[in-house]
Structures are given as C-alpha cells and as structure tokens.
C-alpha cells in the first residue's frame, strides 16, 4: 500500500501561480502511475494530469494543458503539479492518486482506474 499526502493548495487571485505536493510513504513511490484529479462543489471528481513510472509520458486535461505540469521525483517520493495562470473555474479541491498496474493513457485519465487517494488539497481562485 502507499498513503498520500497532498499540500501546497490555497487562495489566490486569477492569473497567479500554485505548485500542488503530493508525498507518498509506504510502497515504493516509483511502483505506481500517479494521477492529479479535481472536484468542485457540485461537480463530479474530473481528471487533471498523470504521470507514468519514471516521469516518461504525461497526461493532460484539455483545460490545464499548456498551463499545469505534473512531475514526480522518484527518489524523494513525490508528486508535483505545476499550475500556473489560474483561472477561477480551476477551484476544486485537488487530490492525487496512485495505482499500481499499467493502464493506457484513457485509463490513466479515469478516477476508477486509482486505488490510492489522499486526503485533497483546497484550491480557491478569485476572479
């Protein structure tokens, strides 16, 4: 098993800068695919971005491409998403994942295909 731990979520204003942290303990961090997912009040948990392995191929919502980047170091144990020009339909809270088995890049950007999720992290962006 891993237990995740995410951090880094906030209030800020519109076209600024977060950067989300995600610690894992337990199993061998680089054992499972990792995935950033997001949920609004009201609002199904949506897929944000996820990362493969070693950090090799990366996942993007269409609404976050080109503005978040997910990133993973193997040798600390942690997750990163990267999310810059923030826009206030980015409010959710924000969780990672992690599962142990290969998946193919649709099932990579499926909630279901995650067994492991952290608690969540707050983000808010004022327009």
């Known amino acids: 098993q891993v237990q995740l731990v995410e951090s880094g979520g906030g209030l800020v204003q519109a076209g600024a800068s977060l950067r989300l942290s995600c610690a894992a303990s337990?199993?061998?961090?680089?054992?499972?695919?990792m995935g950033w997912f997001r949920q609004a009040p009201g609002k199904e948990r949506e897929f944000v971005a996820a990362v493969t392995y070693n950090g090799g191929r990366t996942y993007y919502a269409d609404s976050v491409k080109g503005r978040f980047t997910i990133s993973r170091d193997n040798a600390k144990n942690t997750l990163s998403l990267q999310m810059n020009s923030l826009k206030p339909e980015d409010t959710a809270v924000y969780y990672c994942?992690?599962?142990?088995?290969?998946?193919?890049?649709?099932?990579?950007?499926?909630?279901?295909?995650?067994?492991?999720w952290g608690q969540g992290t707050q983000v808010t962006v004022s327009s």
């Open positions: 994942a992690a599962d142990p088995y290969g998946m193919t890049s649709t099932q990579a950007m499926g909630a279901m295909s995650y067994d492991y």
């Open positions: 337990g199993r061998t961090f680089s054992l499972y695919i």
